[in-house]
């Protein structure tokens, strides 16, 4: 059970056959295309990026190679010979496998149990020792340090990413496809799993990545491929032969603004907007999730906060926001102090929050969006004992117009919605009022990149009208192109806070990953 | 106080070697119980229905020997009625969606009735059951042959069992996609493997095993039946289970701890100690108790990932 290999050809890409050709793939969903016609190939020996927005069809796309979905029409090419991938066991068998961005993996098993567990056959005993070498073997091979010993809870993303690989190469998979891998990983981390990609490279087999990020493009794929709205709208492009605005034209369909450089420095004259002393708070399994927080965002600022996903962020925001109470410590804002840990209270003190997971937390899945808007701002509604749905209606249309992020019809249910589709709502709602403080978790997750950009210049902008905004991302470029600092979360502590200007991402990630500046 | 007391032997017997011998005796039973519940939980099931498990597994043990006069077909229709009630759990829970505890504990007073209506006539019946074969040679060490080596059959097929659990879930593929299904269900299907099945599987081992359980205490020490003969043990399996970090080898000790403590009071009667008699059939409980709570401080495994499900708390990662 070795890592098949290939023999690496002079010219890599070139005269290298492909794995795995696609012609005319068509995927429909009732009315919605997928995928429409797409020709796609991946040769062994490169890695081959596939570049798209959120609901272009990438995933779809990956999904029908590997046998999760089948197509409406096209065919698929193994190694020159069309199949049938009726199920991923039908992709394994012939060498296809892929990396899903929720890693499949057993926390509580060690790295060996694994791997075993994945691996097809092997009689009835478990033989730790042979897996275990198995494992160091194929790990140098490769060059990836692995401890197969070692508990798959206590390694970290990047660990278990590796480890994920190492297991799908170990079941004799020719052609890796691995999806958003980078979008869970610090920079180093990043760094850690190109390195791992590149040896693969080496061994000649093939690497497709997905992705929206185009320097991680650059830094690896030999070739790349784009995805618009279903429509492959360039195939197999040499990386070195166009430059970025290009791609993201073509990503997008048209060209996005760049964010104004342009900003105004913060009144000096203004209370802070939020005011973080001490805080402990505790985790929703009683352990402690922030630890002695102290942090103050200033009126007119952005303050962003970095961190390896689950480092405290949802329990700061649910802090700052009045969801979580506070073990010790206190909030101010605007120099007021937060009596008690209560929503009304954070609110009638003017912090709005946009929260991470708005379709659990934040929307009443039977109301239509006019009636969410509606329902922040009743008060004013009011006629008689009723709601005057006339007036709601017309707020809510001028609303759509001046927040620019086109909302759906605004009598659609918000239970019927994407999800892109629910953040448009939360995000029109949010920024339609006036506040002191804005606390945003995640606000661009789920859309597209010319929302994205819309809705980083409505953040500025209530950063130019005077209020702190607290922008809670995992996108580190996101948080460096809009903070004035950026706070870095470790593991519930405060590792730093530093000035966007003045580090590069590499010094960030050493926060996030819990080493010193 | 006790070793104090331990000078008055009876029959030549030290009160330490009595109260071992007793901890074998009573505590096999348990033992068998624990054993099952935590094949049962490392694929993910609580069956707090052990109780009633063992129950049916005493009362069919019983019936059936007293019918055929052969204990071994007793065993087997244990095995086979305590078997087919967990299956009955594993069935409501798992393709019926119930409430792995509700229904447990509806699995109990299943088996409780049930016994107690089937078990009326066999009530005063008398059996030739399981009698204590000494091994020859190994029961003539002094002490350690009279605490191991001087059972019922029952008992030493459970010497080989525990390890042979412990093997099966640790070392083999079929332990792996066990613990798998206990773990993260959602894994295993990835891999094309069924955890449903898996876990029908395990739980109905789970009850087969706790029949056996029931099996030995009534065929092979009590030598009789009662209506709700086992007071208790299943619970205390299923708690035995908990404390013993679902480890087979731990749930032993723990039987047996728990054995000791059952077998102490007669001994000490029999020997004239004046301790209250209620402080007596406490103590088995809190000395477990207190015995697995301080083992229990050193958590050396966590509890699978599926059973948070039982408790509705998100899983920790």
């Known amino acids: 059970m070795s890592i098949a290999t290939l023999e690496p050809s002079a010219d890599r890409t070139k005269q290298s056959p492909s794995i795995i050709e696609v012609r005319g793939l068509t995927k429909r969903f009732g009315d919605l295309v997928a995928t429409g016609d797409v020709d796609f190939d991946v040769r062994s020996g490169e890695v081959h990026s596939l570049l798209g927005e959120n609901g272009a069809g990438k995933s779809t796309l990956m999904k029908l190679l590997y046998g999760v979905y089948q197509p409406d029409a096209g065919e698929i090419l193994v190694d020159g010979v069309v199949h049938r991938l009726d199920s991923p066991a039908d992709a394994r068998a012939l060498g296809i496998g892929m990396v899903f961005q929720d890693l499949r993996l057993i926390p509580a098993f060690t790295v060996a149990e694994n791997i075993a567990l994945s691996l097809p056959g092997g009689g009835f005993r478990y033989r730790r020792q042979a897996v275990e070498r198995q494992i160091l073997d194929a790990g140098a091979e490769l060059g990836f340090s692995v401890d197969p010993k070692a508990l798959v809870r206590h390694l970290s993303i990047g660990e278990r990413q590796r480890v994920e690989i190492l297991k799908v190469l170990m079941s004799g998979a020719r052609l890796v496809i691995l999806d958003e891998p980078t979008s869970v990983l610090a920079p180093q981390e990043v760094d850690g799993l190109f390195t791992a990609i590149r040896s693969l490279r080496a061994k000649g087999l093939a690497v497709v990545i997905i992705t929206h990020k185009l320097h991680e493009t650059r830094a690896i794929a030999d070739r790349l491929s784009i995805l618009r709205a279903g429509r492959m709208v360039g195939s197999g492009i040499d990386p070195t032969t166009v430059d970025d605005r290009a791609l993201i034209s073509a990503m997008v369909g048209r060209e996005v603004p760049p964010l104004p450089v342009e900003r105004s420095d913060p009144p000096a004259d203004r209370p802070a907007a939020l005011r973080v002393t001490g805080v402990h708070v505790r985790g929703d399994g009683g352990n402690t999730a922030l630890h002695d927080i102290h942090l103050e965002v200033k009126a007119g600022e952005v303050m962003g906060v970095a961190g390896v996903a689950g480092s405290g962020q949802r329990e700061l925001y649910e802090a700052v926001l009045g969801l979580r109470p506070l073990h010790t410590g206190d909030i101010h804002i605007a120099a007021v102090e937060m009596a008690k840990s209560d929503p009304g209270a954070a609110l009638a003190l003017g912090a709005v929050g946009i929260p991470e997971d708005p379709i659990s937390d934040a929307v009443v899945p039977g109301l239509d969006v006019t009636e969410h808007l509606a329902l922040s701002n009743l008060s004013s509604l009011r006629k008689g004992l009723g709601i005057d749905w006339a007036r709601a209606r017309e707020l809510v249309a001028e609303l759509d117009r001046q927040i620019g992020l086109r909302m759906v019809a605004h009598d659609r249910t918000v239970a019927d919605l994407s999800g892109g589709n629910v953040q448009r709502v939360m995000l029109t709602r949010a920024f339609g009022v006036d506040c002191t403080l804005l606390v945003a978790a995640y606000p661009s997750r789920g859309l597209d990149v010319a929302t994205t950009r819309r809705t980083q210049e409505l953040l500025l902008a209530q950063r130019e009208a005077g209020a702190g905004v607290l922008f809670i991302s995992e996108d580190l470029d996101e948080l460096m192109e809009l903070s004035d600092q950026i706070a870095v979360l470790h593991n519930g502590h405060l590792a730093g806070v530093v000035t966007p200007g003045e580090v590069d991402r590499y010094a960030i990630g050493q926060l996030m990953l819990g080493g010193s500046e | ?317």
Request: proline share 4%; glycine share 12%; net charge neutral.
């Open chain 2, 1 to 317: 106080m006790i070793a104090a007391q331990a000078a008055t032997d009876v029959g030549g017997q030290l009160l330490i070697v009595s109260v071992l011998v007793g901890a074998v005796r009573s505590g096999t039973s348990i033992f068998y119980a624990a054993l099952g519940e935590t094949i049962s939980e490392r694929a993910g099931v609580i069956n707090v229905g052990t109780e009633g498990c063992m129950l049916a597994g005493a009362m069919s043990a019983y019936a059936v020997t007293a019918e055929t006069g052969n204990p071994w077909f007793g065993v087997l229709g244990a095995a086979a009625v305590g078997g087919a009630l967990a299956l009955l759990h594993a069935y409501l829970v798992i393709a019926r969606g119930a409430n792995q505890l509700a229904n447990g504990l509806v699995i109990m007073f299943l088996g409780l009735g049930l016994t107690s209506l089937f078990g009326a006539s066999y009530v005063s019946r008398e059996i030739n059951g399981f009698k204590p074969y000494a091994i020859p040679g190994l029961s003539s060490i002094p002490a350690v042959g009279d605490i191991l080596f001087n059972h019922d059959p029952l008992t030493y097929l459970s010497f080989a069992l525990g390890p042979a659990v412990w093997f099966l879930l640790f070392r083999t593929r079929w332990g792996l996609l066990l613990r798998g299904a206990g773990e993260r269900a959602p894994v295993l299907s990835s891999y094309g493997y069924s955890p449903e099945r898996i876990r029908y599987i395990a739980v109905g081992l789970g009850g087969l095993l706790a029949g056996i359980g029931g099996a030995q205490l009534s065929t092979a020490v009590a030598l009789t039946w009662f209506e709700n003969m086992t007071q208790g043990r299943g619970f205390i399996a299923v708690a035995l289970v908990i404390f013993a970090s679902w480890h087979p080898l731990w749930a032993m000790g723990g039987a047996y701890l728990f054995g000791a403590a059952l077998a102490l009071g007669p001994e000490l009667q029999v020997r004239n100690v004046g301790v209250n008699q209620f402080v007596l059939d406490a103590l088995p409980y809190v000395m477990t108790l207190a015995v697995l709570v301080v083992l229990a401080k050193r958590s050396f495994q966590r509890a699978p990932e599926g059973l948070a499900e039982v408790f509705d708390a998100p899983p920790v990662s």
